[in-house]
């Protein structure tokens, strides 16, 4: 902890000397990263050059802990398969290696050209760009197809129903007409000694393991730290994790049953009058309708259905209802089903009951940090409604939600429908930034690998050589890793700076590219002179930030934390009309919801099958007896980033999947067997991992495995069919709201492979 170092060495300045080092306090978010955004301290020589990386003592985000990725940082800025000239090659050597280097003047003349081929022959609607997942790297390419290009649509790697994080934040708002997160002291720098805070009694932990896995700004950690402090945990997964093996309780569920046990523990909770009379009574909307609903769910039925004693249903309402202050931390697991809204309902009303909505260490109300979504909006404002005009998947045939604009992008499945049917309109362009959909996060990768090779144009902008961009892409730039960008951390609080330290041949920051770019096309919308002056602006124009601060200041802070306030729905600090209560149509939590009865969709939470299950598909699951889970985490790698790195490799070198040793038996598979994953969609090829912490029946696979050490040209894109998890998931099975897809809750078979 912080008050064990020597502050003599690590000292609070934002840039200081060390012996011939520079160290400098920052922030390493992306790329390559994950979503956190942890303190640091880069040392560099006197050549500029990147000597290590330690993490930074004096920060009370992180107190100097740092995950292997990020201590692998000089392995991966200096990596001899990095990528760090633009590179072309003609259309016609697709999926071969044979680039051209050429200078970055020539590499925007060519994106432009491509962009006015694309414009003049099917409209600037055809263009598409992609970023990757939620970092310091997801806004910059759609600001720049919105203003630059004349496009609304952009994407996060086509992803299936958008199912990551997006149907958790669409039924918060629809709920509680806000964004919710987990209280673990997070939000004052003061921490554990911030008076007004107090640690939770108890982590409702669901579909998540986030000491492994740091999703949308949350540091796994802090519960460590509030753990340490008493905090006591109720943990459900299908696995054992080492949260749930530290767990006062633990419920091993069966993928895609969430929503059954959480509406059986809603059940209990109200037949037992266990729940918070005063907030449900004072505070919610749709109580009498949402306990007609959970009558149906009793512990029996949720029990056969989740594979849970019936008698543990009970044990965990009374658990959670008794504990005191509670408070939710959920995952992406969730999201992964067709039926995501509903399952976020159904969990969040667990917590609703408990009555600790935005009270401290409670599950608060957290608007402030999206610095990415207030550029985008300065944009689109300055770009007027036109700028969402025509998005593919607005026109009401993806989904209620999507249907009446609450998309934060075009809708996967309908850029797919139209690169392949033409309708409503062709895509023929794709700009892709951090993205490597058929790798990593798209459902069907072989459809959408044969997609992409049919564009007319494609820009790749990463780190490495990709499988996609080896595939499809005319146009190679490459970015800058986060130690050579300038940039603020906003994903959150708090606000923390992200500053350059060193540069790396000609790669160049998303922030530059897309400046440099939108000058060009659009001078009078990318007015700024440099990179700085529009982070200048960004700190300054943040809607959703209640501070006003200046680039250097931020800089010399490192990290400034924005004040505060618990229970705002009490004081009118929730509503946009400054009245009581919350952001909802009803002016309440809504246990009922407006928003989606209005838009056709069920306002109640509910349970329902997986397309694909033991119960909704009996017969295929006679030929497919196990349930899938796909997504599974892993320390050295985040997605499909880092296995280049043979300091990662060597602590996991294959792809694997984990699996109960009674279903290996039952497979003839050993562990450590290369074993076939196989169902009705496809199959891949991974490692097993026999280990009796997984639930029986279940299997959980790896995702975004390719081989950067195998041959990069077709066919074997460096290994990228061999171990493709997502030849057995799919594309298209939304739920009503237009979100949510079943990589959680496919079925399969498992046998040896030859």
Same mark, same amino acid.
Request: negative net charge; proline residues 4%.
């Given at each position: 902890m912080r008050e064990c170092f020597d502050p003599n060495v690590y000292k609070k300045d934002w840039q200081y000397q060390e012996g011939d080092l520079t160290v400098t306090r920052t922030c390493q978010w992306s790329a390559p990263g994950c979503h956190q955004g942890c303190s640091v301290l880069f040392y560099t020589d006197k050549d500029g050059k990147l000597v290590k990386i330690e993490g930074d003592p004096n920060s009370a985000v992180t107190d100097g802990r740092l995950c292997m990725r990020c201590l692998a940082m000089v392995e991966a800025v200096y990596h001899p398969d990095r990528i760090i000239h633009p590179m072309k090659r003609a259309k016609e050597d697709r999926g071969f290696d044979k680039w051209e280097q050429i200078t970055m003047d020539e590499a925007y003349d060519l994106v432009i050209e491509m962009v006015n081929?694309?414009?003049? $022959?099917?409209?600037? $609607?055809?263009?598409?760009? =992609?970023?990757?997942?939620?970092r310091n790297a997801t806004w910059q390419s759609n600001v720049l197809g919105h203003g630059g290009f004349g496009t609304p649509n952009d994407n996060a790697g086509l992803l299936a129903g958008n199912c990551c994080y997006t149907p958790r934040m669409q039924a918060m708002n629809a709920l509680f007409g806000s964004t919710f997160i987990a209280d673990c002291g997070q939000l004052n720098e003061k921490r554990f000694d911030e008076p007004e805070y107090r640690r939770?009694?108890?982590?409702i932990i669901w579909g998540n393991n986030p000491v492994r896995a740091n999703a949308d700004g949350f540091y796994g950690h802090w519960i460590i730290d509030c753990m340490r402090r008493g905090s006591e945990l109720f943990v459900v997964d299908p696995q054992v994790t080492w949260l749930s093996a530290h767990a006062k309780m633990f419920l091993q569920v069966r993928p895609g049953s969430d929503a059954a046990l959480a509406l059986a523990i809603c059940n209990v909770m109200i037949e037992e009058d266990l729940y918070d009379h005063e907030f449900v009574e004072c505070w919610c909307y749709g109580f009498d309708e949402f306990k007609e609903r959970v009558k149906e769910y009793t512990p029996a039925m949720a029990a056969e259905l989740c594979w849970v004693s019936? #008698?543990?249903i009970y044990e965990a309402a009374r658990l959670i209802a008794n504990a005191g202050v509670t408070t939710l931390q959920w995952g992406v697991a969730v999201d992964q089903t067709k039926w995501a809204n509903g399952t976020s309902q159904a969990i969040a009303s667990v917590q609703i009951l408990t009555g600790n909505i935005d009270n401290p260490g409670g599950f608060v109300a957290i608007d402030f940090g999206y610095v990415? /979504?207030?550029?985008?909006? +300065?944009?689109? $404002?300055q770009l007027g409604p036109e700028v969402r005009k025509d998005r593919l998947g607005d026109d009401g045939n993806w989904g209620a939600l999507n249907a009446i604009g609450k998309g934060g992008h075009a809708v996967p499945e309908a850029i797919l429908h139209a690169a392949e049917t033409g309708e409503p309109y062709p895509v023929k362009m794709l700009f892709l930034c951090s993205t490597t959909a058929f790798t990593n996060m798209a459902g069907q990768a072989r459809r959408v690998y044969d997609v992409y090779k049919e564009m007319d144009h494609v820009v790749v902008c990463d780190l490495f050589m990709t499988p996609t961009a080896m595939a499809c892409a005319d146009l190679f730039i490459?970015?800058?890793?986060s130690c050579e960008r300038d940039g603020v951390r906003g994903w959150y609080t708090p606000l923390r700076s992200i500053v350059k330290v060193t540069q790396t041949g000609e790669a160049i920051g998303d922030e530059q590219m897309m400046l440099e770019l939108g000058k060009r096309m659009n001078p009078d919308l990318f007015y700024w002179d440099d990179v700085p002056e529009m982070l200048e602006f960004c700190t300054n124009n943040m809607a959703t930030v209640p501070i006003e601060v200046s680039l250097e200041e931020l800089r010399e802070k490192v990290i400034i934390y924005p004040k505060f306030e618990y229970n705002k729905f009490r004081t009118g600090k929730l509503r946009f009309d400054g009245e009581l209560g919350f952001n909802?149509?009803? =002016?309440?939590? #809504? !246990?009922?919801? +407006?928003?989606? +009865? +209005?838009?056709?969709?069920?306002?109640?939470?509910y349970h329902k099958e997986p397309p694909e299950s033991p119960y909704s598909t009996p017969e295929l699951f006679e030929q497919y007896p196990l349930v899938l889970t796909t997504g599974r985490r892993s320390w050295e790698f985040f997605? /499909?980033?880092?296995?280049?790195? $043979?300091?990662?490799? #060597?602590?996991?070198p294959d792809p694997i999947f984990e699996i109960n040793p009674a279903d290996a038996e039952q497979a003839g598979?050993?562990? =450590?067997?290369?074993?076939? !994953?196989?169902? /009705?969609?496809?199959?891949?090829?991974?490692?097993?991992? !026999?280990?009796?912490?997984?639930l029986k029946g279940v299997v959980s696979a790896e995702h975004g495995w390719w081989f950067p050490e195998k041959d990069p040209e077709e066919p074997s894109l460096f290994g990228l069919w061999e171990s493709n998890i997502n030849c057995l998931t799919v594309q298209g099975d939304f739920g009503p709201s237009g979100y949510g897809s079943s990589y959680k809750t496919q079925l399969c078979k498992v046998y040896k492979a030859d």
């Open positions: 081929d694309t414009t003049e $022959k099917y409209g600037a $609607k055809s263009i598409c760009t =992609g970023a990757g997942t939620g939770p009694d108890l982590f019936e #008698e543990k990415q /979504s207030d550029i985008r909006e +300065n944009v689109s $404002k490459p970015m800058a890793m909802t149509i009803s =002016g309440r939590v #809504e !246990l009922f919801c +407006n928003m989606y +009865n +209005n838009v056709g969709m069920d306002p109640l939470p997605h /499909s980033e880092h296995r280049q790195l $043979k300091s990662m490799r #060597e602590f996991h598979i050993k562990e =450590g067997d290369w074993a076939v !994953l196989e169902n /009705s969609h496809g199959s891949c090829k991974l490692r097993a991992h !026999l280990t009796d912490t997984m």
